[in-house]
């Protein structure tokens, strides 16, 4: 046992150095077993603040051209937390601004194990904030009082560097780089043709976009540029000693932007052609950058990169988009492509560059025509393009919103009538995205084949709820009993019996998930398999109808649903893969009103895998890849099934209008701990063993530069 001085210089020891040991004493005697925790968070100096009874935490915070923007997490050890707000008070008075409040934090949970800090996470956007001001929480406690903590101290760290100033710093080249690059000579050197539409630009921005060019470390392009009178004098002061680089027409105020920008693509003698913002701004390695993955990739018709936003006055980057590689379910519903592309002369010349009907969804029409007509498109996962936040986000004129609904709705019917694709568009869950209604063929029997065991309660329920809520009338419930051993059970399942819809098989060997979905698929009459676990409770009504859609094209293989936790935070947004074979959920108890990282949860994408628990697939397709490998007996079993799938070519979508509860991890039954930990152990290695080259390469539909190690789609360095 130590004595009182020894025990006294052993924690000083574990202490950071300068920490007062007297004043860490305090704290812990004024917290009491908070004190624990307060400690914990010394040790590990993670930047957890501790204001009496309250932990804080400010994950973001950022202040450009008026808009402040804050996001982080706050809970009371003793008691719940009534609202969250934002006081900013000022000489001349104070203002109080409302934040998002209760959002799910399991991260914090999981880490403190208080209740009170499951749903402590904040939110809050301010339009019109110029910075000057003192800035605190305003927190409401459940019994009345309400406590100001100012957080000026933790905000001014924030804005001298976040996760995303640290991936700059850590990720882009510096001007030693930037030289070596100039002097690089790639085996092909493409040229570059870069169309500039400016009209009614601000002159000073447009500057700022010249340079921009002007300033690439690859040199082969040329400057495709159309200005009006207002601008002409900025652009021959800006590139006087490249004129011979420079291609310009004159145009008016008003002229159509496709129209002038396809005169000047008629113009242009590069190889690429590039459509970049009258002022948006590239930066200087971004043609060096699409040069090198040209090389390294050989034919290339699309080449669309990562890209972010950019304060007016060059000095602040943030919002950083870091793309999935091409999804075409995703683009789909939402134009996520943004600007940052590049497209081979050849390809724009073929399908006929911009059509000017489009006006602001010419570009949306634009590429979908491309997609048609070739397979060589490709995603640089670096940063290659800042986006101006005045300017609109499509390159095309801008026009109303219900405007640009209707002109996309047109470009997306236009393209599936051209693909043969009987579909139907409305709008999506938030503006600017679609919702694709997929027409189905000839209402095929769909066979929805349910594991048992036990359990009867869950099992009621979930088969009450297909019954109840299901709009799609042709299926059949196959239901595999597994060792049941309750009296309950059977009287269940001689209930179900006697709906024509039900049959009961009997499974009498250990259970093992891939061979009793297997066992049940031989002896399904439908087209098409459903599997479902025996815990999912359905929530949408046309929820057959969201995945068959999907499930009924040649392209695709697989296809999941949206699956929430009882209470409606997202358990399945679909299935991510490291590059280390760790399997995570996409945007695991994100609310389900949340839209996720790039929207995503609220998405219709391409990924590598969905979930068993909830999973559709053609009879052919799973025959034709052998079903479940029933060497997983328990875990990775679906993860698997989705990657030979997609090694046969076809796609695995994720939709979330197809939206179910899941209460998770009640089909597998009572398996001894032990028994358990062994299987996911050998599963573990044998799934890693059998994906490693493909792991090495990374997930195709998780971006490079994003991690696993903070919260998914977190930035990485």
Same mark, same amino acid.
């Given at each position: 046992m130590f004595s009182g001085d020894g025990m006294k210089t052993f924690i000083k020891r574990l202490l950071p150095e300068g920490t007062k040991f007297r004043s860490l004493i305090k704290n812990i005697y004024l917290l009491g077993i908070r004190g624990k925790l307060f400690l914990k968070e010394k040790l590990f100096g993670?930047?957890?603040?501790?204001?009496?009874?309250?932990?804080?935490?400010?994950?973001?915070?950022?202040?450009?051209?008026?808009?402040?923007?804050?996001?982080?997490?706050?809970?009371?050890?003793?008691?719940?937390?009534?609202?969250?707000?934002?006081?900013?008070?000022?000489?001349?008075?104070?203002?109080?601004?409302?934040?998002?409040?209760?959002?799910?934090?399991?991260?914090?949970?999981?880490?403190?194990?208080?209740?009170?800090?499951?749903?402590?996470?904040?939110?809050?956007?301010?339009?019109?904030?110029?910075?000057?001001?003192?800035?605190?929480?305003?927190?409401?406690?459940?019994?009345?009082?309400?406590?100001?903590?100012?957080?000026?101290?933790?905000?001014?760290?924030?804005?001298?560097?976040?996760?995303? !100033?640290?991936w700059i710093e850590k990720n882009e080249p510096n001007s030693s780089i930037l030289k070596k690059q100039r002097r690089l000579i790639f085996r092909y050197q493409p040229k570059f043709s870069i169309i500039v539409v400016a009209t009614?630009?601000?002159?000073?921005?447009?500057?700022?976009?010249?340079?921009?060019?002007?300033?690439?470390?690859?040199?082969?392009?040329?400057?495709?540029?159309?200005?009006?009178?207002?601008?002409?004098?900025?652009l021959r002061e800006e590139v006087s000693a490249f004129w011979g680089k420079i291609r310009h027409i004159s145009i008016g105020k008003k002229e159509n932007y496709a129209n002038v920008a396809n005169r000047l693509a008629g113009e242009a003698r590069g190889d690429y052609v590039m459509f970049l913002g009258a002022m948006d701004v590239l930066p200087a390695f971004s043609l060096f950058e699409i040069t090198r993955w040209i090389n390294k990739n050989g034919h290339v018709d699309l080449i669309y990169s990562d890209e972010d936003r950019i304060s007016n006055?060059?000095?602040?980057?943030?919002?950083?988009?870091?793309?999935? !590689?091409?999804?075409?379910?995703?683009?789909?519903?939402?134009?996520?492509?943004?600007?940052?592309?590049?497209?081979?002369?050849?390809?724009?010349?073929?399908?006929?560059?911009?059509?000017?009907?489009?006006?602001?969804?010419c570009e949306f029409d634009f590429l979908f025509r491309i997609y048609e007509n070739t397979d060589a498109i490709y995603h640089v996962p670096k940063i290659l393009y800042h986006r101006r936040d005045i300017s609109s986000y499509a390159v095309c004129e801008i026009t109303t919103e219900s405007e640009y609904n209707?002109?996309?709705?047109?470009?997306?019917?236009?393209?599936?009538?051209?693909?043969?694709?009987?579909?139907?568009?409305?709008?999506?869950?938030?503006?600017?995205?679609?919702?694709?209604?997929?027409?189905i063929d000839n209402s095929p029997l769909i066979s929805i084949i349910i594991p048992n065991k036990d359990q009867e309660n869950y099992l009621r329920r979930c088969v009450n709820s297909i019954f109840d809520k299901t709009s799609y009338k042709n299926y059949e419930i196959i239901i595999i009993e597994n060792g049941s051993t309750k009296k309950s059970t059977f009287e269940l399942y001689d209930e179900l019996s006697k709906d024509s819809r039900v049959s009961i098989i009997n499974w009498d060997r250990e259970f093992n998930y891939s061979a009793v979905n297997n066992f049940a698929a031989k002896q399904a009459k439908g087209d098409y398999y459903l599997f479902l676990n025996n815990d999912?409770?359905?929530?949408?009504?046309?929820?057959?109808?969201?995945?068959?859609?999907?499930?009924?094209?040649?392209?695709?293989?697989?296809?999941?649903?949206?699956?929430?936790?009882? !209470?409606?935070?997202?358990?399945?947004?679909?299935?991510?893969?490291?590059?280390?074979?760790?399997?995570?959920?996409?945007?695991?108890?994100?609310?389900?009103?949340?839209?996720?990282?790039?929207?995503?949860?609220?998405?219709?994408?391409?990924?590598?895998?969905?979930?068993?628990?909830?999973l559709m697939i053609r009879k052919d397709v799973f025959n034709e890849v052998g079903g479940f490998d029933e060497k997983f007996v328990v875990d990775y079993n679906d993860v698997d099934l989705c990657l030979r799938i997609r090694k046969k070519n076809y796609l695995v979508?994720?939709?979330?209008?197809?939206?179910?509860?899941?209460?998770?991890?009640?089909?597998?039954?009572?398996? !001894?701990?032990?028994?358990?930990?062994?299987?996911?152990?050998?599963?573990?290695q044998l799934f890693i063993k059998r994906w490693a080259v493909d792991f090495s390469k990374g997930d195709p539909y998780y971006n490079p530069n994003l991690t696993f190690k903070k919260k998914i789609f977190s930035i990485g360095a």
């Open positions: 993670n930047g957890v603040s501790v204001y009496k009874d309250t932990f804080f935490h400010i994950d973001f915070f950022s202040n450009d051209d008026g808009i402040l923007k804050i996001d982080g997490w706050l809970f009371n050890t003793k008691q719940r937390i009534s609202s969250i707000n934002l006081l900013i008070k000022r000489k001349s008075g104070q203002r109080i601004f409302a934040l998002y409040n209760f959002l799910k934090r399991e991260d914090v949970y999981n880490h403190f194990g208080n209740i009170n800090a499951k749903n402590s996470g904040f939110s809050g956007v301010i339009i019109g904030f110029d910075g000057v001001g003192k800035l605190s929480l305003l927190v409401k406690l459940g019994n009345g009082k309400t406590k100001k903590i100012s957080i000026d101290k933790r905000v001014n760290k924030l804005l001298q560097k976040n996760d995303y !100033d640290s009614s630009t601000d002159n000073d921005l447009l500057r700022e976009t010249l340079k921009s060019v002007l300033s690439q470390t690859y040199s082969n392009w040329e400057l495709c540029i159309a200005t009006d009178t207002s601008s002409e004098g900025v006055s060059l000095s602040k980057r943030y919002e950083p988009l870091f793309k999935p !590689d091409f999804s075409i379910d995703m683009f789909r519903s939402f134009n996520y492509l943004g600007r940052a592309l590049a497209v081979s002369r050849n390809i724009g010349e073929y399908v006929g560059w911009f059509r000017s009907e489009f006006k602001g969804a209707k002109l996309a709705k047109k470009a997306l019917k236009e393209h599936f009538d051209r693909m043969d694709i009987n579909a139907n568009i409305s709008e999506g869950m938030f503006i600017n995205s679609f919702k694709i209604n997929y027409v999912i409770k359905v929530l949408s009504s046309d929820w057959i109808e969201a995945m068959l859609g999907y499930a009924q094209r040649e392209d695709v293989g697989a296809v999941g649903a949206k699956l929430y936790y009882a !209470d409606e935070t997202i358990q399945h947004g679909g299935i991510i893969i490291g590059n280390d074979g760790f399997v995570e959920h996409a945007h695991r108890y994100l609310s389900k009103y949340e839209k996720g990282y790039m929207n995503r949860a609220m998405l219709p994408q391409n990924l590598s895998a969905v979930t068993g628990a909830c979508v994720w939709t979330p209008y197809s939206q179910l509860y899941h209460f998770e991890s009640k089909t597998r039954g009572n398996v !001894d701990n032990r028994y358990k930990l062994y299987l996911h152990k050998n599963e573990n």
